[in-house]
């Protein structure tokens, strides 16, 4: 295949970045999205060119690390899949690709395609997780008793890799789904009801001091999510801030 | 938003109920009107609240798109938007902008006028007035035009915004389907009963 990318080319977080061309050829179908870019980059090193920065760590749609905005889409055209498992069948011999990377003032840049997403970690750290006593007496998750259905609720939720997509795909450059993914895990299980309240409360708080937008449920994050992480959770941790305000 | 869009969704309910009234019986329709005119319940209650809703919605609606457009400072050189979201959810802005440019000429047609009866030229009460006002306001072509395309970006606004609301309040669960059905047939089949009713009042004159 022959291909013409057009790809963000930043040197750093204060510089004006602008897209270049750049034509690629014998391009296998067979080829991950990030195979084709590594090709790509082999070419530009040879030639003496700054190779394109881009994210990228287990190449199995696991790790949340590849971030591209490809074609106007977060992870490409595909549904379900990461740019990692992105492959290069999905595009036609001839085409000219836009590259771009995920855009969000909480998201800046670092570097191309490279962008900063420890917004993400810092909403975690105000209230995704669980207090649990590790001193040696902790008591065996398995023997509490958990209805099926909140169980593989939480699963759901859980199984958010955090990539941003959801962030990039939203034309507010809202983060809900991500947050309401992390909230619903504990919501939804006994070890993270105790927590609940403040959960909720303080996730939201650091979601919307990060600059994220509002959430008006386009239901594009739904769509982009590489996991399928459902609206549903969206629903959930909105009943969830809601009462938690009514209880303060 | 998800408050302030119900409760006008019940208005509008309210609202459209009242003038489908005028297509069988002018009788129906000016007693109807005079009772929401005359009311004090209605005039010194509701009708503060309602503008006050009015207000709140459109308010926080341009709100919420500054804060959102702010939120994305350099925007993409190629963005699909339509390849995961309808057209109405990402253009509430535009249909909303339509919907209060509307509501500007229906409070200059109807909501001044009525003022103007009552509080500033104090003329005599007539039960009767409502429905001649209704038809004459419906002679012109123009406006009626501009009514038929006012409600049609309301039915787009409401595609989205009247089942939206349910989901900013919570709720997504297994009546959510229904839900959206109900919510889309109200979005089309209200805004189509107030262009019939429009159009059989312009047609009607002739």
Sequence with gaps: MKLTLKIWRQANAQAPGKMVTYPIDNVSPDMSFLEMMDVLNEQLIQKGDDPVAFDHDCREGICGMCSMFINGEAHGPDRLVTTCQLHMRKFKDGDTITIEPFRANAFPVIKDLAVDRSAFDRIQQAGGFVSVNTSGNTQDANAIPIDKHDADRAFDAATCIGCGACVATCKNASAMLFVSAKVSQYALLPQGKVEATDRVLNMVKQMDSEGFGNCTNTGACEVECPKGISLENIARMNREYLSASIKG | ?206
């Design chain 2, 1 to 206: 938003m998800a408050l302030s869009g119900l409760f006008l969704v019940v208005f509008l309910f309210q609202h459209f109920t009242i003038n489908f009234s005028s297509v069988f019986s002018a009788k129906t329709f000016n007693s109807l009107s005079h009772f929401m005119g005359t009311n004090p319940l209605v005039q010194f209650v509701l009708q503060p609240v309602l503008i006050f809703g009015v207000i709140y919605h459109f308010v926080m609606g341009f709100v919420l798109e500054i804060q959102n457009r702010g939120a994305r400072a350099t925007k993409y050189g190629s963005y699909n938007g339509g390849a995961n979201a309808s057209w109405m959810s990402r253009n509430m802005i535009l249909s909303g902008i339509v919907i209060l440019s509307f509501l500007g000429l229906h409070f200059y047609d109807f909501w001044v006028p009525e003022i103007n009866h009552k509080y500033i030229e104090v003329l005599p009460e007539d039960p009767n007035r409502y429905y001649e006002e209704l038809v004459h306001k419906f002679h012109s072509p123009v406006r009626v035009g501009i009514y038929v395309l006012s409600f049609v970006f309301l039915s787009l606004h409401l595609l989205h915004g009247f089942n939206s609301s349910f989901q900013s309040l919570g709720v997504n669960n297994k009546y959510s389907v229904t839900i959206q059905k109900l919510t889309r047939a109200f979005a089309i089949l209200i805004p189509l009963g107030f262009i019939f009713i429009a159009l059989y009042h312009h047609l009607n004159a002739f």
